[in-house]
């Protein structure tokens, strides 16, 4: 068994009807599948943890619209590796042959220089870029090459998709179908892939080896003994990856300095990007922090940039120091709060019109339709306020920032009762 072709790459599906999952984007009707079938797809980026089928679906794209497909991963190729694939597409151009798709795991690893690279060739349209990546790809991608890519969000399976994967390797799989295996029990299976179905089928087999080619009723119990005798505590690709942080963040939110930097250490000890970390922070730092302690968001920001600069092994006392403060500090969800209610409710009522006095008035004609007619320049009274509504009418009075119950917002929730007299509810 140790020389056959790991469960994972035998059991990869080929085509779109054996593809399981994000059937929001390539399911029947779905964007993703309509532009295949027109021959017509974008240059993309797919983010999603991993697992979910990033580097499967880059692949059977290419040969649902058979066209040529190179391969990159971005731990392992430099800006010499990119060029020479441009080289080949300009000469696949040439021979009046289609587009070929580069596909690039892991973009986000990709230096400026390394995708700056990449821009030409996609401005050009000599390479359909497909990108696959675990990280925002609002932080990690160029501006300039994420402008000419389409964003396709991808989910972790579901429950019963999972099942259905171990099902289907039990019954098809070339060598675990001659077995007579069972499954009592899923539970762990499921537990342990974290919704990733590589690692899930890389369980699966390291739990039928383990029987030895004998019968096998696969029970939660069993597969608890053998993974923790055959895998590694922390895997920062995988399930603890994501339960580690987790319990970071959740540490810092719930104000324990101690937990919070014992969970640090672990990512530390783990192999975890520093930056990583640090990016987390700067969000952790509005999201659970806000207004109730601005100098978080201060503090996270110069964690980054520092961490940027210093690099390791420094970068963690920079790390403990931000992480032990943010733990220490004041929390308010409020900021958090307002932006969600504020996108729900544009979802909600859409595109309402700008109040005329409101309105930008660059030219005359503007002026004639009493564009910025009768606005009030705050400046120009006491207090630098004047209550005027800058809401659409119809959502006068909506209040969607409620300050949290914490002495700063006190002080700004009393601000805002003064200037607005109840209006909003203060």
């Not at 919070?260 to 969000?283: K, N, Q, S, T």
Request: with cysteine.
């Amino acid at each position: 068994m140790a020389t056959r072709i790991p469960l994972a790459e035998r059991m990869r599906p080929t085509t779109i009807e054996d593809y399981v999952g994000q059937q929001h984007i390539i399911g029947e009707g779905a964007v993703l599948r309509n532009a295949i079938q027109q021959n017509n797809i974008p240059s993309m980026i797919l983010w999603g943890p991993p697992g979910v089928g990033k580097t499967t679906l880059a692949f059977i794209i290419s040969k649902q619209l058979e066209r040529s497909f190179f391969s990159l991963s971005a731990i392992n190729s430099g800006v010499k590796d990119v060029r020479e694939v441009i080289d080949k597409a300009e000469q696949l151009r040439n021979f009046q042959q289609e587009q070929p798709i580069l596909f690039i795991d892991e973009i986000h690893r990709f230096s400026k220089s390394q995708q700056d690279s990449l821009l030409g060739a996609v401005e050009r349209g000599l390479v359909t870029l497909i990108g696959a990546t675990t990280e925002n790809p609002s932080f990690e991608v160029i501006s300039a090459l994420l402008s000419r890519c389409q964003v396709y969000v991808l989910e972790h399976l579901t429950e019963e998709e999972l099942i259905g994967i171990i099902d289907k390797a039990l019954a098809e799989d070339e060598y675990l179908s001659k077995l007579a295996v069972t499954v009592k029990e899923y539970g762990a299976l499921l537990r342990l892939s974290g919704g990733d179905a590589r690692k899930l089928l890389n369980v699966l087999e390291l739990v039928v080896n383990a029987a030895g080619g004998k019968s096998l009723e696969i029970t939660n119990d069993f597969v608890l003994k053998q993974v923790q005798q055959n895998m590694a505590i922390y895997d920062k690709t995988g399930e603890q990856h994501y339960d580690i942080i987790s319990a970071f963040i959740k540490s810092i939110r719930g104000s324990d300095p101690n937990a919070a930097v014992y969970w640090l250490a672990r990512m530390i000890e783990g192999g975890e990007d520093p930056l990583f970390i640090a990016r987390r922070l700067l969000i952790l730092a509005s999201e659970d922090i806000g207004n109730a302690n601005p100098n978080a968001l201060l503090l996270a920001n110069n964690c980054f940039q520092a961490v940027n600069v210093i690099g390791w092994p420094e970068s963690r006392i920079i790390l403990s120091q931000t992480v032990t403060y943010l733990a220490s500090s004041a929390k308010s969800n409020a900021s958090y709060d307002a932006i969600n209610k504020a996108q729900a409710l544009v979802k909600q009522t859409g595109d309402l019109s700008v109040p005329l006095h409101i309105r930008n008035a660059p030219t005359k004609l503007m002026k004639q339709l009493n564009y910025g007619k009768d606005y009030q320049y705050a400046h120009a009274y006491e207090g630098n306020f004047v209550e005027q509504e800058f809401m659409p009418d119809s959502l006068s009075g909506v209040k969607l920032y409620d300050p949290g119950k914490n002495p700063a917002e006190e002080k700004l929730r009393e601000k805002l009762r003064q200037n607005w007299k109840g209006k909003y509810g203060y």
